[in-house]
């Protein structure tokens, strides 16, 4: 059976304590691979590995520095379909998503970043006749990156891009449930000669091997995306400890749908943004909020392509569902549904766990679910479920729907349909929400700042807020 090693020091080792957990695959259930139960003395090595590496790294001429990270990306392009089938496989997502979303963008984050920094300014102040201020940015050193199982590559690739771009070396965990394409990526990083010690990626639980990086001194900068109940521990013992956090945390994203909206497009793509890679999308819209005009009409029409979905075996092309990403979380969306008829709830669509024939007899799936009846006030509301679930509610005023739409403890995402190009901005503007997509979603630009208002995160990934978070910034002045 394949055994997922470390990447410490630019070699594949073995965990310390010799100790290995089993990697399920979640569209059949069995194990298929090992993954290093690392501890803190994992971490240790690590850090010892980037401590040696940072200053060649942080000096490195930055074309030279460029040219590294491009061929990282040159690698992942390569190496398209494996990586994409080993996605696939570890997380249970659809292999046509992994082909066309979480690959590409892995390569595209490596070549963002290598561009970026070849094209970085600084900016320089003059004081009257006194003197000429200037900012100087300098790497922190080393930065801890945390990243969850939905998104695998993809996330992993978004801190550490921009962290490795701007001169810092690495100490890296992907979440232990889809350690796989991160294990890839080491293997690409050594091909692409990426110096030892660079990037360093540590694998095992959170708690052993994510709470000795968050916790360690020489980790001055910790980028953490995942859940907010986790973001909040990793929040109380890196504050103590004066570290710059990024935190992206979870979400409970508002879909408004105004009656003069463009209907078959807001049609088709709600149910993307309801059910790409089985819900578990952190941008993914779970509360639907559809104006009475047309609520009768949007339901039994969005139920219709609901109950049409083809839910099946990542590994097909064709599929467009796959499996949810453990047995754990599979448990923890069907208690949800259950939740929701208990508060009243009516499952109009899917609700129950399901098993397509054959290889995937045992895997871990759940039908899309809509359900209708419930108000605001609702657990299945309020709480992330991070699933194929997704309420739809009725409503009349503009003023009504912005306040059900804020009215969760998280900001990360909204969308808006309507043609009414005032009422878009006036609306956009009123949402507390991080990212607003009128008329569209999930169109990203690297170049944007991306996070989350209230529980959903503190702080700005993407473009230069990337790059800013991983430098100190350092004013000089000098008399003139
Ligand atoms: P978790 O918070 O459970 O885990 C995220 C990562 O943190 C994993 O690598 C995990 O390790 C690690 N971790 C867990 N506990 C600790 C700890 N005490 N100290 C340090 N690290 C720890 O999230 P999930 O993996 O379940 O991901 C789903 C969540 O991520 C959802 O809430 C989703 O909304 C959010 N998310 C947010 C995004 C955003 O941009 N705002 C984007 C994508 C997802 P391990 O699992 O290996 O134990």
Known sequence: MKKIKNYIGGKLVEPVSSKYMDNIEPATGEVY?????????DVQLAVDAAEKARHEWATMPIEKRSALLMKVADLIDENLEMLAKAESIDNGKPISLSREVDIPRASANFRFYA??????STQAHITADKGVNYTLREPVGIAGCISPWNLPLYLFTWK?????????????KPS??????AFLLSELCIKAGLPAGVLNIVHGLGPKVGEAI???PNIP?????????????????????FKKLSLELGGKNPNIIFDDCDFEDALATTLRSSFSNQGQICLCGSRIYVQKGIYDKFLDAFVAKVKAMKVGDPLDSTTKTGAVVSAQHQ??????????????????????????????RNGYFVQPTVITGLDESCRINQEEIFGPVVTVQPFETEEEVIALANSTNYGLSATIWTQNLTRAHRVGAALK????????????????????????????????????????AKNICIKV
């Open 221 to 241: 900068a910790i980028s953490f995306t995942g859940g907010t109940a986790t973001g909040k521990r990793i929040a109380s013992i890196a504050a103590p400890m």
């Open 433 to 472: 929400s991080g990212i607003i997509w009128i008329n569209c979603w999930l169109v990203r630009d690297l170049r944007t700042p991306f996070g989350g208002m209230k529980q959903s995160g503190v702080g700005r990934e993407g473009g230069d807020d990337a790059l800013n978070f991983f430098t100190e």
């Open 160 to 172: 550490i891009a921009p962290a490795l771009a701007s001169g810092n070396c690495v100490v890296a």
């Open 115 to 120: 561009a970026a920094i070849v094209n970085q």
């Open 176 to 181: 232990e449930i889809t350690p796989m394409s």
């Open 331 to 360: 448990e923890k969306i069907l208690h949800y549904i259950s939740l929701a008829q208990l508060e009243g709830g009516k499952i109009v669509a899917g609700g129950n766990a399901f098993n397509p024939k054959g290889r995937c």
């Open 33 to 41: 691979s090992l993954i290093p139960d690392s501890d803190e003395k």
């Open 214 to 216: 968050i916790s360690h």
